[in-house]
Nanobody, 122 residues
């Protein structure tokens, strides 16, 4: 069973920066796309940024130019560098990954992390 664990959330002032990490574990054969989503009460979970195994990236318009997604395939880890944070960025941020796991013989799991809280406030 593949798992994702996020870290790096916290409280930051508007205009500040925060860096999130998400590490995958399990009997991993490979990881395809990875991404960061966020969700606030009363809203649907939305895509923030995504990155392919080869490093191609996509961003939500709301974070374009402020956030940077990256990954380290050797560490099975994806990162989200968040700069110039705004109060509207406050949300629970979830890591997502399509993980190929050693199974019968190989299984694909669309896996979610438990979420990490990011709060942008003075």
């Amino acid at each position: 069973q593949g798992q994702l664990v996020e870290s790096g959330g916290g409280l930051v002032q508007p205009g500040g920066s925060l860096s999130l990490s998400c590490a995958a574990s399990g009997r991993i054969v490979s990881i395809n796309d990875m991404g960061w989503y966020r969700q606030t009460p009363g809203k649907e979970r939305e895509l923030v940024a995504a990155i392919t195994r080869g490093g191609s990236t996509n961003y939500a318009d709301s974070v374009k130019g402020r956030f940077t997604i990256s990954r380290d395939n050797a560490k099975n880890t994806v990162y989200l560098q968040m700069n110039n944070l705004k109060p509207e960025d406050t949300a629970v941020y979830y890591c997502n990954a399509a993980i190929f796991l050693l199974g019968s013989p190989i299984v694909l799991r669309n896996t979610w992390g438990q979420g990490t809280q990011v709060t942008v406030s003075s």
